[in-house]
Structures are given as structure tokens and as C-alpha cells.
């Protein structure tokens, strides 16, 4: 009967432990397949981004726009923004602006805590142009025959093509009754820029 109760509790003893044992590898082998699992899954690179500034620009774009459109000499009507955009130099937030008239091109740096013009060029617009682009002579003396219909065509004493403060103009001048009238006038536009009048002394 003794025998019968040790061998029951040997028997029992080596199926616990076989069942611990399994249990413990199992465990391992979770273990193990997690880690492999978790090795495989790609890595996220992160991105830290500088803080500019800690307050919101008190210059808006709008504002900038006609800070750079007023220091060129021109408005809404002359001036063309192409490009505004916002980024840092110096840890602060600036805009850099491009805009263009007729004659010229221009390129800002505004800053957009004080509005001030921190940089700026310009660059004349030559490169789009040629002479084919110019009303032409014929177009001059139709302008100043309307201008002043009391003259002759003959009146016209001189008329040329060349630039004047970066701009393209048609000087002439007309000799008439004793007086010397001359005239400025846009090259593309037709527009007359200015005009005086005095006594003709000599050509």
C-alpha cells in the first residue's frame, strides 16, 4: 500500500514539473516572438521643429503688401505682387515679397514685427523689352497733333526714343510761331508724361 501511494506521488510530482517546464518554454517563445516582431516594425524618424517666434506677427500680409507696394512709389493699380510668402532669418519671422511694375522688378525683406524694410532690389525690366514693344514714331506725332491741332506735322522738329529714370520715353520737341514746346512721353502707354513751353532761341 506505501508503495502504491509513493509511486502515485513521484508520478505526480514529474507530470507537474513537465507541465512547468512547458508552460516556462512556451512563455519564452511568446517572449521571443514578440521581440522579433517588434525589431521588424520600421522606425519613425521625428522632426523637431524650431519655435520662431513666441507672439503672432503684428504686421499681416496685407499690411506688407503695401509697406513694400508705398516704399517702390507705386499702388495696387501700378504695382503687381507675384510672390509674398513668410519664413525665419535672424529668429524672426520676415516676408519676402516680389512685385513688379511696367519698367521694373522688385524684390523685399520685411519684417513682420515692425513693418521696417530689412532688404530690397531692383532690376529693370529692359529684358522683356524691345523696340517692337514702343508705340512708334507715327503713334508720337498722331499724339502730339491731337495735343496741339494748331500745328503742322513739319512743327515736329525732333522725336527720340531713350530711357529716363529706368523708364522708356519719346522725347520731341515741336518749334512753333516763336516758341519751343517739348514733350515727354511713355514709350509702351502713349501716355504724355510732361510737357514746357519757352521762347525758341537757336536749335
Do not use: C
Not at 500500500?1 to 512547468?20: E, H, P, Q, R
Not at 507696394?69 to 495696387?76: E, F, P, V
Not at 516680389?98 to 522688378?105: G, K, P, R
Request: net charge positive; charged share 35%; no cysteine.
Amino acid at each position: 500500500m506505501k508503495n502504491k501511494m509513493l509511486i502515485t506521488m513521484l508520478l505526480s510530482i514529474i507530470i507537474l514539473g513537465t507541465v512547468l517546464t512547458a508552460a516556462t518554454a512556451k512563455k519564452k517563445t511568446v517572449s521571443k516572438t514578440k521581440t522579433a516582431a517588434k525589431k521588424r516594425e520600421p522606425q519613425t524618424t521625428k522632426i523637431k521643429y524650431k519655435k520662431v517666434v513666441g507672439e503672432n506677427p503684428f504686421v499681416t500680409f496685407v499690411k506688407a503688401e503695401e509697406i513694400a507696394l508705398k516704399h517702390a512709389g507705386l499702388d495696387k493699380e501700378t504695382g503687381d505682387i507675384t510672390k509674398i510668402l513668410m519664413e525665419q532669418k535672424d529668429k524672426e519671422l520676415v516676408y519676402k515679397i516680389a512685385l513688379h511694375s511696367d519698367y521694373n522688378d522688385y524684390s523685399y525683406i520685411i519684417g513682420s514685427k515692425e513693418g521696417k524694410v530689412l532688404n530690397y532690389s531692383l532690376r529693370s525690366r529692359d529684358y522683356l523689352l524691345s523696340n517692337k514693344d514702343y508705340i512708334g514714331n507715327d503713334k508720337v506725332r498722331d499724339i502730339i497733333l491731337e495735343k496741339m491741332p494748331e500745328i503742322k506735322d513739319s512743327d515736329i522738329y525732333e522725336i527720340k526714343s531713350e530711357k529716363e529714370n529706368n523708364l522708356p520715353v519719346y522725347k520731341v520737341r515741336v518749334i512753333r510761331s516763336g516758341k519751343e514746346y517739348k514733350f515727354i512721353i511713355d514709350a509702351l502707354k502713349g501716355k504724355i508724361l510732361k510737357s514746357e513751353e519757352s521762347e525758341f532761341t537757336s536749335l
